[in-house]
């Protein structure tokens, strides 16, 4: 009898270890690894919730990066729970461990670069342990920061932080667009952040030097890609203003906007946009700030359809091709309910981006944003996107935005 009933017990452990599992509700530590050839394993470590719609078996996976969070929903099929990135040409491929319910492994695929990181996650797990510490060295609110220092392509940077206890909120700004929204701790006189929103796996890393009064270490950005940085408080730290880098003042150009589409049935008729100010979006799909850009340009657009205003993106894409650019335009349109239209630019290249603007010979980042008025003359040019993780400068950015809309629509 005995012996049945451990025979009993033994196939359901085995019939319960073969089949798929449902990923269990509620929070996840999630890991992307990232493994260079004999290099040391680095951990970039995020939070995700799971959660079921009533009478669904696909989950809802709800992202969480300090004070933001995105939510998506998954496709499950067979033991495989498969994540859209959002607009991105990126997908997360999970399941549930055969032999531990707590336990997801998987992949982060990266499509348009043909590249794949193991994933794993733990259930329960907190991204980083805070001890809510008092007594902890204070990271500041405000860095001035050197990147990649010492080499030709050193750039500046501004670090913008909010600290409590030994939690550490904040973001990178760089002349190229903001690092979205980091999360970490600092213990003794290191500090860790991380981010990941679908495309970002970014990794901060650094140690304070208490005799020359500041911080370095290194910024991971990719597998085997980091990037050496310095930094100090400042609380006057700046970056030029995006709105002043390309200056129109007193100049009367039209720009070519027959040379923005890579394609002929795509070319832009400029008499379509007579009578009417046109912001041009040059972007591209797989740039998480040119997508903050887009949510921000489409809630602006919903709320302002009676005006005399029109929206074009031009899209480059990193992976060219007619094709693919096409592809990724009608599934970004649609996975963002975008109510402008978008066309394709051509292949990733910010002289290409600018060849339709005589007053620029490249752009300076993507996103870019040019306003040009109902007589066709181009005014102003918004040359890179401080998105929401910014704070005071996303704010900054929607009033002074619509001050130009007000301006060229009197």
């Avoid at 290194?218 to 006057?236: F, K, M, T």
């Amino acid at each position: 009898m005995k012996k049945t009933i451990f025979k009993l017990f033994l196939l359901l452990l085995l019939k319960t270890s073969l089949y798929a599992q449902d990923a269990k509700e509620g929070s996840w530590r999630g890991e992307i690894h990232y493994q260079p050839t004999g290099e040391k394993l680095t951990v970039i470590p995020f939070t995700f919730t799971v959660s079921y719609p009533e009478n669904s078996n696909a989950p809802v996976l709800n992202f969480i990066n300090g004070q933001d969070s995105a939510s998506i929903n998954a496709t499950v099929q067979n033991d495989t729970i498969t994540v859209p990135m959002f607009g991105f040409d990126i997908t997360l491929k999970m399941a549930v461990s055969k032999f531990d319910s707590d336990i997801m492994n998987g992949y982060l695929i990266k499509h348009y670069n043909d590249r794949k990181y193991d994933f794993k996650a733990v259930y329960g797990a907190p991204r980083y342990v805070i001890e809510q510490e008092e007594d902890v060295i204070q990271v500041g609110s405000r860095w001035n920061m050197k990147v990649n220092v010492g080499r030709p392509d050193e750039y500046p940077a501004v670090g913008l932080f909010e600290q409590e206890g030994d939690r550490v909120t904040g973001t990178i700004m760089t002349e190229v667009s903001d690092y979205r929204f980091f999360e970490g701790k600092v213990e003794g006189n290191e500090l860790e952040m991380s981010v990941f929103d679908g495309v970002h796996s970014f990794l901060l890393k650094g140690s304070y030097n208490e005799q020359e009064d500041r911080w370095k270490g290194e910024l991971i950005l990719d597998e085997g890609y980091s990037r050496p940085w310095v930094a100090e408080q400042d609380n006057g730290a700046e970056l030029p203003d995006p709105f002043e880098i390309v200056d129109l003042t007193g100049k009367n150009i039209r720009p070519d906007l027959k040379k923005l589409a890579a394609l002929t049935d795509q070319q832009i008729d400029p008499q379509d946009y007579e009578g009417n100010v046109l912001v041009v979006q040059l972007m591209g799909t797989w740039c998480s700030n040119s997508q903050d850009q887009t949510r921000y340009l489409t809630d602006w657009v919903d709320n302002n359809s009676d005006r005399d205003v029109k929206l074009l993106a031009v899209n480059y894409e990193a992976n060219y091709s007619p094709e693919y650019g096409l592809s990724r335009i009608e599934t970004y349109k649609n996975r963002l309910d975008i109510p402008y239209p978008m066309i394709l630019g051509g292949p990733l290249s910010k002289t290409k981006a600018a060849e339709a603007f005589p007053f620029m010979d490249e752009i300076l980042a993507f996103p870019t944003l040019v306003f040009i008025d109902k007589g066709g003359y181009a005014r102003y040019v918004h040359s890179y996107f401080t998105g929401p993780a910014t704070g005071e400068y996303y704010k900054d950015f929607d009033q002074r935005f619509n001050a130009i809309i007000d301006e060229l629509t009197q």
